[in-house]
């Protein structure tokens, strides 16, 4: 996965669109900053993936069950 920047407009909607080079995301955070001059304007880096990886399955063989 590559690294991108999302906006933050305080007072607005959750970011949703990802910039993949920094500038485009400067560039959209001073338009923002012009639309909206009380707001704050941020810009947010990606810096890591959350995933979900599951265990590996272990079989037992039917003599060792405890039961």
Known sequence: MRKFWMIFLEGGNSPKFQHGELASAQNEAARLKRLYPNNKVFILEAI???QIVQPPIQHT???????
């Open 61 to 67: 063989p039917i003599d060792d069950l405890p039961f």
């Open 48 to 50: 890591s993936l959350a």
